[in-house]
């Protein structure tokens, strides 16, 4: 078998090993035609793990594929077709959906051959189009949509020829809309849809497209607006530097000339803000604000707006130096992002090796300043004054102003891990939130293992919630420091500056149907554990199943409830000792309160 040609990073949510990793698995298989077996290439397979990390390979040119180096865990395979090619998306072995997918279980040193995912015959949609001026509109990209599909899972493109002709294929038989769309993108025009102009809600509503396909007929593209003006600095016209102008979500950047002069074209009717970056000067909204303001009434197709100016005064600068807490020491590479007292405008940079941070193109005013620090093992927060409240620098306009230094404590941290009651580790997302709202987290790893750092002083809620996305996956009940299903009894983790937390160890129970009550307790409380059952309330006391099993009481005895412990149910309880891929929106689990 031919090695794949290429292999990339498919999402952060999984690190791989090492090459050569005594513990690496392995999958290995083909994409293929699902009426003959005949290679499907190129395509870009994807082996995505229970927390949607994973890697993504190019396939030869018979469509094999190798992933090598792979932790252990449960896996997924989907093969993504080259888009001029007639055919859809598919997970192994022949599945449109996610959740209906086999899934590669996978222990260390794991070798699986001959997964073959196999692609059927696509759809087809045929247009026709030509530019503002009624000639063929060559090199525009075509998108072939559905219009409830929010995620983009079925999209397809293609690109027009010479005559303004577009056919795109491999759109899903299998996709559950029977209504599609037409989207258009191309250089120098507004980006629009068939029908609609620029709102898809009202572009014109296609069939399915089916083998067959479907001829949408010839169309003639929107040009939009123009906008144009001239930029001022203090001394006059600039001669350099970059115009930005925005227009229903659409932004078109272009240089300003010698004379200070910018066009922008192919821009949306819409109300429009325009605003510069130009090297010394403050960045400028129209007509000479320090934030988005004065919008431009721009609604009539083809109209040209001119005498957009902009008047930019000399930019303000801000000096910092990151400097350690205790002991006074440089923190490098330090970044930071000024917000004004709106937060609707933010300006940043990134230290340098002696901790120096310089910030420019500030109007004056008062701003607060955002640092990340977290990779350096300090904190990612804004910085505070003595009373912890978010320090405010006052600017003074078109100055360049005194080096600050500003002291960093270190980050605390902790670690932990979460297995269910028969041991195994838990596929979770451990969020922590801090007394004043602040949230971070991590997933655990393939062992149940995790590590968060960079965590302010303070006090600390933590929530550890299953990962599992579809029914049948591995799943637990979310479960909450020290180690209660319900989540008004958790407590409150004090962790002090620098400190680590103790290591968290925390059981969580087996849920299978997802439904956030432990398969023992429905066992035991005779639900049925396949089923999402939480709603109901089989005794009538008004108290669900589910927050019967959050309350440990009978669900088929009406009885006064009691404040409980609401520990971890089936399990020993717990304590102190701890990818463009759109799928998250898959999660089928229901979050409540």
Request: net charge negative.
């Amino acid at each position: 078998m031919s090695p794949p040609v290429a292999a990339r990073r498919l999402l952060a949510g999984l690190l791989l090993s090492a090459p050569g990793s005594s513990a690496a698995a392995t999958l290995r298989g083909q994409v293929v035609r699902a009426e003959d077996g005949g290679p499907v290439a190129p395509a870009e397979v994807q082996i995505i793990n229970g927390s949607l990390g994973g890697v993504a390979l190019e396939t030869d040119a018979e469509g094999r594929w190798a992933a090598t180096d792979l932790p252990p865990g449960r896996y997924r395979v989907r093969a993504i077709p080259r888009w001029s090619l007639d055919r859809p998306v598919r997970y192994a072995p022949d599945a449109a959906d996610f959740c209906a997918a086999e899934v590669f279980d996978l222990a260390e040193d794991d070798v699986v051959e001959d997964i073959f995912v196999r692609v059927p015959t696509g759809g087809s949609l045929s247009v026709r189009l030509r530019d503002p001026a009624g000639a063929p509109l060559v090199g525009a990209t075509v998108w072939v949509q559905a219009p409830e599909d929010t995620r983009g899972l079925y999209d397809r493109p293609a690109i027009t020829d010479a005559e303004g002709r577009a056919t795109v294929v491999g759109v899903d038989p299998a996709a559950p809309f029977t209504e599609w769309v037409v989207r258009v993108t191309a250089d120098a025009l507004p980006n629009q849809w068939i029908g609609g102009g620029y709102e898809d809600a009202e572009a014109t509503r296609f069939p399915k497209p089916g083998p067959a396909g479907v001829d949408a007929g010839e169309h003639q593209v929107l040009g939009g607006i123009s906008v144009q003006g001239q930029v001022f600095g203090p001394d006059g016209p600039v001669t350099e530097g970059t115009a930005h102008v925005y227009s229903r979500s659409q932004v078109r950047s272009v240089p300003i000339d010698g004379d200070g002069r910018y066009l922008a074209t192919g821009l949306p009717t819409g109300e429009v803000i325009a605003w510069v970056n130009v090297p010394g000067l403050a960045m400028t909204y129209y007509p000479d604000a320090d934030r988005p303001g004065e919008r431009i009434p721009a609604e009539e197709e083809g109209m040209a707006l001119r005498g957009v100016d902009l008047q930019a005064p000399a930019e303000a600068v801000f000096w910092a130096r990151f400097l350690d807490a205790e002991h006074g020491s440089p923190i490098p590479n330090v970044g930071g992002l000024l917000y004004n007292d709106t937060q609707t405008v933010g300006l940043g940079d990134q230290g340098n090796e002696d901790g120096t941070l310089r910030i420019d193109r500030l109007h004056g005013g008062d701003w607060k300043l955002y640092a990340w620090a977290k990779d350096e093992g300090y904190t990612d927060d804004w910085i505070r004054d003595d009373n912890s409240e978010e320090r405010i620098f006052t600017i003074e306009a078109g100055v360049e102003g005194p080096l600050i230094e500003l002291r960093l404590p270190l980050a605390s941290g902790g670690t932990g891990e979460v297995h269910d009651e028969r041991g195994r580790p838990a596929a979770v997302t451990i969020t922590l939130t801090r007394e004043d709202g602040l949230t971070t987290g991590a997933t655990a790893d393939t062992e149940g293992q995790w590590t968060v750092d960079g965590l302010l002083p303070g006090r600390w809620r933590l929530a550890a919630e299953p990962t599992a996305l579809c029914p049948g996956d591995p799943a637990t009940v979310p479960v909450y420091w020290p180690g209660t299903v319900n989540p008004d009894w958790q407590g409150w983790l004090e962790i002090g500056p620098g400190e680590q937390s103790p290591h968290i160890a925390l059981i969580a129970p087996v849920d299978a149907d997802l439904d956030q009550m432990g398969d023992g307790w429905e066992a035991a409380n005779r639900l049925d554990p396949a089923t999402d059952d939480s709603a109901l309330d089989p005794d009538g006391d008004q108290y669900t199943n589910l927050d019967e099993y959050r309350l440990n009481t009978d669900p088929h005895r009406a009885a006064a409830i009691d404040s409980g412990c609401g520990c971890a149910h089936g399990s020993a309880g717990a304590g102190l000792a701890p990818i463009a891929l759109g799928l998250a929106a898959l999660a089928r689990r229901r979050r409540r309160a």
